[in-house]
């Protein structure tokens, strides 16, 4: 079992930048792939990017693509998404998620372990 906690969102103008951590617990975290979700008021939970156990392998959405990065220390037990020329559309509560398929998935089916979200808000 793995639990996740992020951290690391906030308010920031249209154009600027956050980078987003999701801290694991427990010697396992290393096994398991991470995806980071977002969901904004009455919209469904989408997918934004996944890292593989190894990092070796990411996935991003098409919304994403070219502005965020996602990365991983598997010493530090964290995941980072870098969020770069952020859009008011991504406002949204951003959720890490842990999966055991270890190259990462885009279905939110895949992931057994989930954490609590932080807002992020940009502003235009």
């Known amino acids: 079992q793995v639990q996740l906690v992020e951290s690391g969102g906030g308010l920031v103008q249209a154009g600027g930048s956050l980078r987003l951590s999701c801290a694991g617990s427990?010697?396992?975290?290393?096994?398991?792939?991470i995806g980071w979700f977002r969901q904004a008021p009455g919209k469904e939970r989408e997918f934004v990017a996944s890292?593989?156990?190894?990092?070796?392998?990411?996935y991003y959405a098409d919304s994403v693509k070219g502005r965020f990065t996602i990365s991983r220390d598997n010493a530090k037990n964290t995941v980072y998404l870098r969020m770069n020329s952020l859009k008011p559309e991504d406002t949204a509560v951003y959720y890490c998620?842990?999966?055991?398929?270890?190259?990462?998935?885009?279905?939110?089916?895949?992931?057994?372990?989930w954490g609590q979200g932080t807002q992020v808000t940009v502003s235009s």
């Open positions: 427990g010697r396992t975290f290393s096994r398991y792939a």
């Open positions: 998620a842990a999966s055991t398929y270890t190259s990462g998935s885009y279905s939110q089916y895949d992931y057994d372990y």
């Open positions: 890292i593989s156990w190894s990092g070796g392998r990411t």
